[in-house]
């Protein structure tokens, strides 16, 4: 436990100087100039939802349908801004929020991005209770490949201590909806959270117990990662036990390893056979197309858009206004609506690759020196060195330039990009706070 409290430490004070934005002239804070020559991933944030569940700090407000549909108006002009400015996408990602609360203004929204440009992958995120024929023949008709499920606990007790139950249903229903909508979309994910206040480790055994049942195609298990405020009214539930955390991901291990394998620390594909009888030794498993929960494994730079969304692009992070009048009045007068931008140093720019890389699994070092000059790999001679003594990596081919995270290694991810998560959520939180 001690090269995890370490890693907690180091990577909470890491993220406060990467969110670190400076001050300065609004005019001054900006996405950087596209790259002509590539494409990127397009994140969309839809701040509404019907139910403000009590671990979420994301930035969401309860739904008013009138304001929804003005902000998905200015969400699409905001794609206007982009195209002028030579941005080219070749990914969508919709997150929330709930996107599909309104879902004739979010079908719009799809269909006027892939009229702008050539999208082949289109990920939307859903609750439960849209799992609707409607809302589905929408979604397919706009495009969508992939569909990610909040679902968050089967456990009826945790789902009514967090509000879900009434609007969401029990944990039997929800599971009765998932399977309803088995081989409907390319890829249907469900979103988990582990580690919630009095969640034991047998209750979180029946969840994944309820999702090998429903062998659903992808699986992204979250830790629990609240903002501060957010945290101490989650602790009115009960004492959050940090020393669980990791018991309960080495459960997920245990139980989804058989018929998972993973895609990055905390997402799960599931694999299929080559069509040969099970128990033969040719029907060998393969990984299902990765199509996964996180964009920023796929998709090294991305541009935010929406009230509150971050992007990163050309070694800087931007992130846009979390106040949703003021993005709709921004967009509306034709500005992009960004207020905090930061350009990382050279250093900054390896090690955030390395992070990012590493969470799907695999970095090769070859492609950072392709990708940063000469003495990139140099630079990250104390992490290399902290995380081979920690047995968190392993080598793999092409004379050792290829690293791999072992089971251990995962779990460490976990632990940076929780950090990661939960110092974003703060930087909202305070944001958001400063804003009222």
């Not at 006027?112 to 439960?128: A, G, K, Q």
Request: hydrophobic fraction near 40%; glycine fraction near 10%; charge should be positive.
């Amino acid at each position: 436990m001690i090269a995890e409290a370490l890693l907690t430490r180091v990577m909470r004070r890491q993220v406060r100087r990467i969110l670190s934005f400076p001050r300065g002239a609004p005019e001054a804070a900006a996405p950087p100039a596209p790259d002509p020559e590539r494409s990127y991933l397009l994140y969309a944030h839809v701040p509404f939802c019907e139910e403000l569940c009590p671990y979420c700090s994301f930035n969401r407000v309860r739904l008013e349908p009138d304001l929804a549909r003005r902000y998905y108006e200015s969400l699409q002009r905001e794609l206007e801004l982009y195209r002028d400015r030579g941005w080219r996408f070749s990914a969508l990602y919709v997150g929330g929020g709930t996107p599909t609360v309104l879902p004739d203004s979010l079908a719009a929204f799809l269909e006027r991005t892939r009229e702008l440009w050539p999208i082949r992958t289109v990920s939307v995120e859903t609750n439960p209770n849209h799992l609707t024929a409607e809302i589905l023949g929408r979604l397919q008709g706009a495009g969508v490949n992939r569909l990610s499920v909040g679902v968050q606990s089967f456990d009826d007790g945790i789902l009514q201590a967090i509000g879900r139950y009434e609007r969401y249903g029990s944990g039997r229903e929800m599971a009765g909806r998932l399977e309803s909508i088995r081989g409907r979309f390319d890829t249907v994910n469900v979103d988990l959270i582990f580690n919630y206040p009095g969640q034991s480790e047998e209750m979180f055994l029946r969840d994944l117990a309820v999702l090998r049942g429903l062998a659903v195609d992808q699986v992204t298990l979250y830790p629990l990662m609240a903002a501060r405020g957010v945290r101490r009214r989650l602790e009115e539930m009960g004492k959050i036990d940090p020393r669980l955390e990791q018991r309960l991901y080495e459960r997920i291990w245990d139980n989804l390893g058989p018929e998972y394998s993973p895609s990055s620390a905390w997402c799960f594909s599931r694999r299929k056979s080559d069509g040969a009888p099970a128990g033969t030794e040719s029907a060998a498993p393969a990984p299902q197309p990765r199509m996964i929960d996180e964009y920023i494994v796929d998709h090294e730079e991305y541009a935010g858009l929406g009230s509150g969304s971050f992007g990163y692009a050309g070694g800087s992070i931007y992130a846009n206004t979390f106040v949703i009048p003021e993005y709709m009045e921004r967009v509306d007068r034709g500005e992009i609506p960004v207020v905090a931008a930061r350009r990382f140093s050279r250093g900054e720019r390896i090690r955030y690759d390395f992070l990012m890389r590493l969470f799907g699994g695999t970095v090769d070092l070859r492609d950072l020196e392709s990708k940063h000059g000469p003495g990139a790999v140099p630079r990250l001679w104390k992490e290399l060195a902290f995380l081979r003594l920690a047995g968190a990596l392993r080598t793999g081919g092409h004379g050792g330039r290829v690293l791999a995270l072992t089971r251990r290694g995962y779990y460490f991810w976990v632990i940076l990009m929780r950090e990661f998560f939960t110092g974003v959520n703060n930087f909202r939180e305070q944001a958001l706070a400063g804003a009222r």
